[in-house]
Nanobody
């Protein structure tokens, strides 16, 4: 029943911006903390950002802090990731995920991902 569909990926030049979206369904989105994670080609998953259910608390990996902004619109069941000052090392498949509401507070669902390619 849970479905997470990422969109907004594409090719962008270094220094450019992109906004990723995640459409959620099949659960009470407004009660769920959410995450963005990414996987660069040939590498493992890297946590990018978290946001609590109400959107008032956000957390970022050091690698994206100051450049990326996570946000949500609970009325629309949408999660966003605004990506600015993009670097080639940001190239990856980006996934949105629903977080558990209890320990160990990891992700229990995620989408198919959207590819972001940063290249000149």
């Amino acid at each position: 029943q849970v479905q997470l569909v990422e969109s907004g990926g594409g090719l962008v030049q270094p220094g450019g911006s992109l906004r990723l979206s995640c459409a959620a369904s099949g659960f009470t989105f407004s009660s769920a903390a959410m995450s963005w994670v990414r996987q660069a080609p040939g590498k493992g998953l890297e946590w990018v950002s978290d946001i609590n259910s109400g959107g008032g608390s956000t957390y970022y990996a050091d690698s994206v802090k100051g450049r990326f902004t996570i946000s949500r619109d609970n009325a629309k069941n949408m999660l966003y990731l605004q990506m600015n000052s993009l670097k080639p090392e940001d190239t990856a498949v980006y996934y949105c995920g629903k977080k558990l509401g209890y320990p160990p507070y990891g992700m229990d669902y995620w989408g198919k991902g959207t590819l972001v390619t940063v290249s000149s």
